[in-house]
C-alpha cells in the first residue's frame, strides 16, 4: 500500500509542476515568515479574501478531529473560531447551503430551496429544475450531465458580485469539485468559474476555460487516468477501522480511499479530488496575480471530497479519518504557496451543511433506534396510492424524495385538490417516521425568525428555507435519525437534508496573519458571512437585503465591522 503523504500529494505536486508553481514538500500549521503587525480596526484591507467551503464538513466533525489537525485546519483553528455556526434553514443540502455562505440570504431570498426541485407550469417536459440550470435551453433535462448549468435560479448578488460592482477591477474566481458549489458562491459576474467532471475541468456551455484552467484540467484529467492503491491507516485512525455491514452484501468502515483508474466517482470521494481544487485555485491566483494590484480581490474554493466520503463509506469510519487527515494537509500546503507570494490575505471557512453517519453503524454506535426510510414514504408510491383511493389524475405527487417539498397536480379540480390534500396529510401524519407536515398556506404566513438560530423551532427552520414562488404545496420532516435512503448499498449509505442540528451545525473560521485568535461558542449562521467579509474590506452593504450580520473578528473592543 501506498503511504499517505505520497499518495495524497501526486496530485497537487504534479498539477503544481505543470502549472509552474512553488510546491512545499510538508504542510505546516503557520508559516515561516516574519510574523505581521497585530490587526486592528485601522489596518487597512486584506488584498486577497479566500472563502473555502468543505461539503458536508459538520461542526461535529471539526470537533472529533480538531486535535489531530497540523496542517491548514490547524492554522484556521488558531484564528477567530466560531464552532456552532449554523446552516439555519430546514433543507440543508448542498446548493441551498453553499447559496447562503456569500450572499447573506436564507434560501427563502436567495430562491435556491433545494438541490432539486419541480415547477409544474415549466414548458419543458421534465417538471424537475436542477438548482443550477437554464431550464429554457432547448435539448435539456435536469439529469446528471444533461442540464445546462447557470445561476439564473439564483436571486440575489454575491460578495463578489457586490465587490465588483464597486470597483469593476476587483477580480472574482470560484473553483469547486461541484458545479453548485461553483455557481452559488462565485453568482453573477465571476471572471472565472469552474467544476471537476471526468475530463477535467469545466465551465459553463460555451465556455472556454483560461490557458491556465486548461493545463489544470488536462492534469487531472491525467491523474484521473492512474488507479490509486489503497492508503496506509495512520495509527489514529485504527480506532475508526471496523467493517459495517450494508444491504446487498459488501461492508463499509474499513476502506482505504482505493479506486481503480478513470473512476470519477473515487477520484471525487478522495483528498485527491480538494488538492486538484486547490491547486487549480493556486495556479489561477498566479496567472491572474490576484491579491498583488490596487484591489482586494475574491479566490473562492469549493471542497466536496469530504461530502463524497460521507455519502459513500458515512462519517465515521477509516474513510472519513482519512479524509480529514487529508484535507488538513492539502489546505495547509495551499496555505503555505500563498505565504510565499507574500500577499496579506485572509481566510474564511465554512461548509453548505453538516451531515449524519449510516443508521447501521449508529445502531452499533448507542442509537439503537437509528433506522432507514419506510419506502412506502416515497413520493411516487404515495401518490399512487392516494390516486387510486380516490379515482384521481396521475401522477398525482411531485418530490424529490420521501421528505421536504412535496407538489400536487397542477390537473386537478378543487375538489380533488381537497380530497387529495386531506388524505395525504393523514396518510403522513399517522406515519411513525414522520415528525410533521407542515403546508404551504401556513408557512406563508410565518415571519423569517430574528432569533439566536440554536433555540429556532421547527417553523423557524422550515419557513426560512420557503419561497413561495418555488416550495411545494406541503413540507414533510422526518424524526430524528431516520436516513431518507431505503436501503444502503446503492451507493450512497448515508446523507443529509434534514431539520436537526447534526445537519444544521457547521464551524465558521476565519484568519489572517496578525489577527488576535479567540473563540466565540455562541451561535451564528452562515448568512453572517457576507456581511462579516464585507466589513473586512469596508465595503458598504444594506443590512435591509439581507439577512445576515456583520460579526466582529477583533478581539477587545474595537470592531472589524466598519
Not at 474499513?254 to 491547486?279: K, Q, Y
Not at 401522477?395 to 395525504?424: I, N
Request: charged share 20%; aromatic share 6%; glycine share 10%.
Amino acid at each position: 500500500m501506498e503511504t499517505m503523504p505520497v499518495t495524497i500529494k501526486r496530485l497537487t505536486f504534479a498539477l503544481a509542476a505543470t502549472l509552474s508553481l512553488a510546491a512545499t514538500g510538508t504542510s505546516l500549521a503557520q508559516d515561516s515568515s516574519p510574523p505581521a503587525q497585530k490587526v486592528t480596526a485601522a489596518t487597512p484591507p486584506p488584498k486577497l479574501i479566500v472563502m473555502v467551503a468543505v461539503d458536508q464538513f459538520s461542526a461535529d466533525i471539526f470537533a472529533e478531529y480538531r486535535g489531530s489537525f497540523t496542517g491548514g485546519l490547524a492554522r484556521l483553528a488558531s484564528g477567530v473560531v466560531f464552532p456552532s455556526g449554523y446552516q439555519s434553514h430546514g433543507a440543508t443540502e448542498t446548493c441551498p447551503g453553499h447559496s447562503t455562505i456569500l450572499t447573506g440570504n436564507h434560501p427563502a431570498h436567495t430562491g435556491i430551496i433545494a438541490n432539486n426541485y419541480f415547477d409544474l407550469s415549466t414548458a419543458r417536459e421534465d417538471k424537475r429544475l436542477y438548482c443550477a440550470e437554464d431550464e429554457s435551453v432547448a435539448g435539456t433535462t435536469s439529469g446528471s450531465g444533461k442540464y445546462a448549468a447557470s445561476v439564473k435560479h439564483l436571486l440575489v448578488p454575491t460578495l463578489g458580485d457586490l465587490m465588483k460592482a464597486r470597483n469593476p477591477e476587483t477580480q472574482v474566481v470560484s473553483v469547486a469539485g461541484k458545479d453548485r458549489a461553483a455557481i452559488m458562491m462565485g453568482g453573477h459576474r465571476a471572471d472565472e468559474l469552474m467544476w471537476l467532471v471526468p475530463t477535467g475541468l469545466t465551465s459553463y456551455r460555451g465556455t472556454a476555460l483560461s490557458p491556465v484552467a486548461a493545463q489544470a484540467g488536462a492534469a487531472i484529467a491525467a491523474a484521473m487516468a492512474q488507479p490509486r492503491l489503497p492508503l496506509t491507516l495512520p495509527a489514529d485512525c485504527a480506532a475508526k477501522d471496523i467493517a459495517i455491514p450494508i444491504d446487498k452484501g459488501g461492508t463499509v468502515g474499513t476502506g482505504r480511499l482505493a479506486r481503480e483508474a478513470n473512476n470519477f466517482r473515487g477520484f471525487m470521494a478522495s483528498p485527491e479530488a480538494d488538492g486538484a481544487v486547490l491547486a487549480t485555485a493556486a495556479a489561477l491566483r498566479a496567472a491572474r496575480k490576484m491579491g498583488e494590484g490596487d484591489t482586494t480581490d475574491l479566490l473562492i474554493v469549493g471542497l466536496s471530497a469530504t461530502d463524497y466520503v460521507g455519502h459513500t463509506y458515512g462519517t465515521e469510519g477509516s474513510e472519513m479519518c482519512l479524509q480529514m487527515a487529508g484535507l488538513d494537509r492539502e489546505l495547509g500546503d495551499f496555505f503555505v504557496r500563498l505565504d510565499a507570494t507574500g500577499i496579506d490575505y485572509a481566510v474564511a471557512l465554512t461548509a453548505d451543511h453538516g451531515g449524519h453517519d449510516l443508521p447501521e453503524r449508529n445502531r452499533q454506535n448507542a442509537w439503537p433506534a437509528a433506522e432507514r426510510v419506510d419506502p412506502a414514504l416515497d413520493a411516487d408510491k404515495l401518490g399512487k396510492a392516494v390516486a387510486e383511493k380516490l379515482g384521481l389524475p396521475q401522477p398525482l405527487l411531485y418530490s424529490d424524495g420521501p421528505f421536504g417539498d412535496m407538489y400536487l397536480s397542477k390537473a386537478l379540480t378543487p375538489a380533488q385538490r381537497k380530497a387529495a390534500s386531506d388524505e395525504l396529510l393523514a396518510r403522513w401524519r399517522a406515519h411513525p417516521q414522520v415528525e410533521a407536515v407542515v403546508t404551504a398556506e401556513e408557512l406563508a404566513q410565518y415571519p423569517i425568525s430574528k432569533r439566536s438560530p440554536d433555540v429556532w423551532t421547527l417553523m423557524d427552520k422550515l419557513r426560512a428555507s420557503y419561497n413561495p414562488q418555488r416550495s411545494g404545496d406541503f413540507l414533510v420532516v422526518l424524526k430524528p435519525r431516520v436516513t431518507p435512503i431505503p436501503e444502503s448499498g446503492l451507493g450512497y449509505v448515508a446523507t443529509h437534508g434534514s431539520v436537526w442540528d447534526y445537519d444544521r451545525r457547521v464551524p465558521m473560521l476565519f484568519w489572517r496573519k496578525g489577527l488576535a485568535g479567540f473563540e466565540q461558542p455562541n451561535a451564528v449562521m452562515t448568512v453572517d458571512i457576507l456581511p462579516t467579509l464585507a466589513g473586512l474590506v469596508g465595503l458598504p452593504v444594506d443590512a435591509t437585503k439581507i439577512d445576515g450580520r456583520c460579526l466582529d473578528l477583533l478581539s477587545g473592543p474595537e470592531s472589524s465591522c466598519r
